[in-house]
């Protein structure tokens, strides 16, 4: 038997043993749906600047830019369907083992594969909010009014209307980051997929599981700084890793 296959039965055994499964999921698990990595070159985010939360709030002009990237990212999204990786988290979850899925995700691919209870530490694509009286649009609105020549869309307030996303400068979502915390520090298991845990305080989460006792299984192409910290780390594509652990485990339950 190669080697690949003993780490597969390895962490099937894994999955197999734990009663708390907590996953966190980055960029690389929605990359085989479509989805452009926030690092990726040629993709949309890397034809357009950053701005930041500051800027959107002070300038007229940053916001009409910010609103040119929003449209075709969400024309990129729209297409998107879930994975088998996405799928395989969802099957988990209706097995009761696992307890949290938290993602750095705000593409809502997890929701459209059946996991009921996500935490979305950056925000969600599908919806948008008024910066000023927190009314929750739904994307599809936002969109008309861009797809209708308004390029920076305004509540009915006088607000400014943001996609519901995390931008560079905006604090984390207090509640999303409270929760992932508890989920880290009362997993046995801790899965992590597709996220180089390189943006803070996000990338804190794993460590915290370490330390709390939670064995890791890290599935990502490259490296991350808590490579150390897991029992197993895969670098082959996450529906790949996923969909022979779930093979494993099937065959292993007769
Ligand atoms: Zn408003």
Redesign the pocket.
Known sequence: MDLFSRRIIKAADMIGNASRITAFTGAGISTESGISDFRSSGGVWDRYRVITFQEFLTSHEARIEYWMMRKELLREMKGARPNSAHQILANIERTGKLTCLITQNIDGLHQDAGSSRVIELHGTNRKAV??????IWQIEDIQSQLDAGEPAPV?????F?KSATISFGQAMPKDAMIQAYACATTCDLFLMIGSSLLVEPASLIPREAYRNGAKLIFVNRTETPYDGLATLVFRENAGEVLSKIEKEIILKNG
């Open positions: 008024c910066l000023s009286c927190e009314r509540c009915e307030c006088g607000g209307i």
